[in-house]
C-alpha cells in the first residue's frame, strides 16, 4: 500500500540554469525571458491572484465546463487511472474533478512551482486523505519520470489552464506527443484552451484595473533579483499586454521607461528607453486549428465543449 503523500525532495529549475537562460535571453535581440521563470512561491500566489480577479475570464469559462462537464469526463476515466496533470498550481479545478469520479488510482501533481506545489498537494492530502498523492517537481518541456506507484497504473492526463497556449505553436505540439509517450496508447487527455474572441475582452484580462497582472509581470525581475543578486529596479519597467492578430496571441512585455544598465551575472545589459523584455506569449485557438495541431500529434479529439459565450474549450482527447 503506497504512502498516500510523498515529499518532494528537489528543486524543479537547477539555480544554474536559471542564470543561463536569464543571460542568454537578455543579451538575445529582441530581449526576452522563458514564462516559466514566472512561478517561483511568489509568483504563484500572484497567478492565484489573478485567476480571481473580474476581467480574468478564462479561469471562470473552464471552471464552469469542468463543473457542468465532470460526471461526463468521470464516466470517460478508466477505473484505478493515475490522474497526472500538469502545470497543476493550486489544484482548484483537481477538485471539480476529484468530486465527479470516485475510483482514481491516484493523482501526480506536475509543477516547476516546487514549494507552492509540496503546499498545495498537501493541502489535497488533508482534503482527500485516502487519495494516493504524488507531487513532481519538474519542467514538463524537459524529460521527466514518473513516481513509480503511478508507472504501474492506466494514465490520464488533465491540462487546464490554457497553459499549452504559453508554448510557441510547434513546441505545443512536441509537448502534445511528449505528453502522449509519457501517458501511453489509449490514454485521455482533458485540455483546456483559450479561444480568439474580441481584442477588448482579451487584452482586459492581461490588464487588469488592480494591476495584479502587472505585478505578476514584474515579480520576473525581482525574481532575478533574489536569487541571481541582480538589481533591477522594478519602478524603472511598465507592464504591457496586447493581442498581436497576426499571430493570434496575447503578448505580455516589460518596458524600460529610460534608458540605463543593469548587471546579471556578470554581464552589463544596456536597456534603450522605450525597449522590452518580451515575457509571454498566451496563444488563442479556435476549436478547429487546435483540434488540427493536437491529431498532427497522434491525438483523437474525442469531445470539446465550450462555455455559453465561447470564450474558452476544454477538449478530451485519446493518444494514437
Ligand atoms: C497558467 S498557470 C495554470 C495553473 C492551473 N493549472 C490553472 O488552471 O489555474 C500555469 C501553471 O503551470 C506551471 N508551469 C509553467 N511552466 C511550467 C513548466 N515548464 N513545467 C512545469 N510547470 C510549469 C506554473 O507553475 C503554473 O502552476
Redo the contacts with the bound molecule.
Keep these: 500500500m503506497p504512502a498516500p503523500v510523498r515529499r518532494l525532495d528537489a528543486a524543479s529549475t537547477p539555480i544554474s540554469a536559471f542564470a543561463a537562460d536569464v543571460v542568454a535571453g537578455l543579451t538575445a535581440t529582441p530581449k526576452h525571458l522563458p514564462?516559466?521563470y514566472f512561478?517561483d512561491h511568489a509568483g504563484?500566489a500572484l497567478?492565484e491572484r489573478i485567476?480571481q480577479l473580474p476581467e480574468y475570464y478564462p479561469?471562470r469559462c473552464e471552471i464552469d465546463i469542468l463543473q457542468r462537464r465532470a460526471a461526463d469526463i468521470a464516466a470517460l476515466l478508466p477505473p484505478g487511472a493515475a490522474l497526472i496533470e500538469f502545470?497543476?498550481?493550486?489544484s482548484?479545478?483537481t477538485r471539480i474533478l476529484l468530486a465527479a469520479a470516485k475510483n482514481l488510482g491516484a493523482y501526480a501533481p506536475?509543477?516547476?512551482?516546487a514549494q507552492f506545489l509540496q503546499q498545495q498537494a498537501d493541502a489535497l492530502h488533508r482534503e482527500y486523505p485516502k487519495l494516493v498523492v504524488r507531487p513532481v517537481a519538474?519542467?514538463?518541456?524537459q524529460p521527466f519520470v514518473l513516481p513509480d506507484a503511478v508507472q504501474i497504473m492506466p494514465r490520464s492526463g488533465f491540462f487546464?489552464?490554457s497553459?499549452i497556449g504559453?508554448f510557441e505553436p510547434h513546441e505545443a505540439a512536441a509537448f502534445l506527443r511528449n505528453a502522449g509517450r509519457i501517458l501511453g496508447r489509449g490514454s485521455l487527455l482533458i485540455i483546456?484552451v483559450d479561444l480568439v474572441k474580441d481584442t477588448q475582452v482579451l487584452q482586459k484580462a492581461y490588464n487588469d484595473a488592480q494591476g495584479v497582472t502587472a505585478a505578476f509581470n514584474l515579480n520576473l525581475l525581482a525574481r532575478i533579483n533574489r536569487e541571481l543578486g541582480a538589481k533591477f529596479n522594478l519602478d524603472g519597467f511598465e507592464h504591457h499586454a496586447f493581442f498581436n492578430r497576426e499571430r493570434s496571441r496575447i503578448e505580455m512585455h516589460l518596458a524600460a521607461i529610460k534608458r540605463h544598465r543593469v548587471r546579471v551575472c556578470g554581464e552589463c545589459i544596456d536597456f534603450r528607453a522605450g525597449e522590452t523584455i518580451h515575457t509571454e506569449n498566451s496563444y488563442k485557438y479556435s476549436v478547429e486549428s487546435f483540434g488540427a495541431m493536437a491529431r498532427g500529434a497522434g491525438w483523437k479529439p474525442l469531445e470539446v465543449w465550450t462555455d455559453a459565450r465561447s470564450y474558452f474549450s476544454v477538449h478530451v482527447l485519446t493518444f494514437g
Design positions: 514564462p516559466k512561478y504563484s497567478f485567476t479561469t502545470g497543476s498550481g493550486s482548484s479545478k506536475v509543477d516547476i512551482s519538474a519542467d514538463f518541456s487546464p489552464g497553459t504559453n483546456g
